[in-house]
RNA sequence: GAAGCCAGACAGACAGUCGCUGUGCGAAAUGCACAGAGGAAAGUCCGGGCUCCAAAGAGCAAGGUGCCAGGUAACGCCUGGGAGGUGUGAGCCUACGGAAAGUGCCGCAGAGAGUAGACCGCCAAAGCGUUUUACGCCGGUAAGGGUGAAAGGGUGCGGUAAGAGCGCACCGCGCCAAUGGCAACAUUGGUGGCAGGGUAAACCCCACCUGGAGCAAGACCAAAUAGGAGAGCAAUCUCGUGGCUCGCGAGGCUCUCGGGUAGGUUGCUUGAGGUGCACGGUGACGUGCAUCCUAGAUGAAUGACUGUCCACGACAGAACCCGGCUUAUGGCUGGCUUCCUCU
RNA sequence: UGGGCCGUCGCCAAGCGGUAAGGCACUGGGUUUUGAUCCCAGCAUUCGCAGGUUCGAAUCCUGCCGGCCCAG
């Protein structure tokens, strides 16, 4: 839902809202999985902070479903910001992400 | 073989790679080691610990519980027993004190719904009258019919004008005693007279229990700021403290205007703890010894990928901590009951 | 964490121990040349679910399910 080129490096905000996905567990599981996915891509994601919102389905989506739907998002926006930002700044930073 | 009842344990396993949270080691590292959700972590329905209010007091009010005994820190929980209900049975269920302290309610129907009553009936003995083997009046009665969820014990015999606990027998009920049992209660005997239906998850009475708030409790450190202005009340007052009164403690308090702060540490996991053995107890459970340390986050941690195997993985995520209850849920094991078939 | 409220026909709802009002909508009929209005009639087999108390429960009690609100 949002994302803001801020530091040198790709920073992720999880906004898991209860009345989206009622129950505790498939919320701990949603996020585990974006989580997961943004530590195995974040050297390829541009350097901007991003905010990961889900919809009232995601509690019924498959894992399979949620992780290409992240790469579809992470798609998106590297189209969006592809003339805004430069490919060297990304490269030159290998400092750990703060999720 | 089918259907059912009860009890129990388990909650994918192993290996590898990369990650997350905590702790320890280390000067540090892009390190190393160890540990890392549940039987219900859930609902928040009860009980307790802990913390603050007065190391919690009195009375009223309010609420809860309600056969007996035991267990427990405590309970509305558990165990054992009694009584009642239910099922062919294994079993299961039960707010299970008091209706003779008082009050209320019992629609419709029905004569009458609670110090009973007379619609259809039955009888008319005694008394009176007449048209005298009869009828009427004065009356008697509640057996039978009818209404209702419920009509002031039930069945039978006697009795009577007809009837009626009016009398008797048995059953039921109340009271007393004995026996067994800690008790609830059971059994037996005697006695009374059949009196006042139901409802207390209607008010209520009796007994017992409950002070209030909650870890965002509370404690500490740091930062910031204005010990501001105005109004009101004030020891017969105000606040702490909650529904009220008392009591106790403090001495200022309340409102308005304007302004400031809300960051961190702790509480935070060693506990009515787990496991094993022995002993006591029918059992819940208790005692002793040995042994183990087993999440502690704070935008909130358990995952992803790969390989092998199987039954192909249900319900579901800790937030101060424990004991229960309730609800959700997968397959497995053991015991028992009923029925069917075969030998 | 603590506390409160609600669930009744398709919709809005009254009823709070005595056998489910009313309005809108819908269906049928009438009035009208036709339509609206108007008139008449119909429309709750589980009152969220499951037990219990009572002669009798939407109502009382208990346990669940769903929804909403408040305080910190």
């Known amino acids: 839902m949002l994302a803001r080129i801020n530091k040198p490096f790709p920073r992720l905000g999880l906004a898991f809202s209860k009345k989206k996905i009622p129950r505790a567990v498939d919320r701990n599981r949603v ?4 989580r997961e996915q943004f530590r195995l891509t974040q ?31 992470c798609e998106q926006l590297k189209q969006k910001l592809g003339n805004q930002v430069e490919q060297s700044q990304r490269s030159s ?6 999720i």
């Open 93 to 98: 930073f290998t400092l750990p992400p703060q």
């Open 43 to 73: 050297t390829t994601l541009p350097s901007v902070d991003m905010i990961v919102m889900p919809k009232a389905g995601t509690r019924n989506a498959k894992n399979t479903s949620i992780i290409a739907s992240f790469h579809a998002l």
């Open 31 to 34: 996020k585990r999985i974006v």
